[in-house]
């Protein structure tokens, strides 16, 4: 949820490696820097600049993804 707020600097929070290209989406894989996070990774995917999915992998091995669509921005 934190990632999708832009309310946490990726830099500081995670590192950050560019994985290519699925399809017509750019994949960019962000890895906690800090141990104690409830997760391993996290890759963006990204469809003409706005965000399409996520594919997230906790430390128990389990590997969740999520599609996006209709996505409205709300900016205040």
């Given at each position: ?66 599609y996006f669509s209709n996505i409205l921005l709300i900016h205040r």
């Amino acid at each position: 949820a934190l990632l999708l707020s832009g309310q946490i600097s990726l830099e500081d929070n995670f590192n950050m490696e560019e994985q290519g290209t699925e399809g017509d989406m750019q994949l960019i894989k962000l890895a906690p820097k800090k141990q104690e996070s409830g997760f391993k990774y996290v890759s963006i995917g990204l469809q003409n600049g706005k965000l399409a999915g996520m594919e997230l992998m906790d430390n128990f091995g389990q590997l969740t993804r999520i599609y996006f669509s209709n996505i409205l921005l709300i900016h205040r």
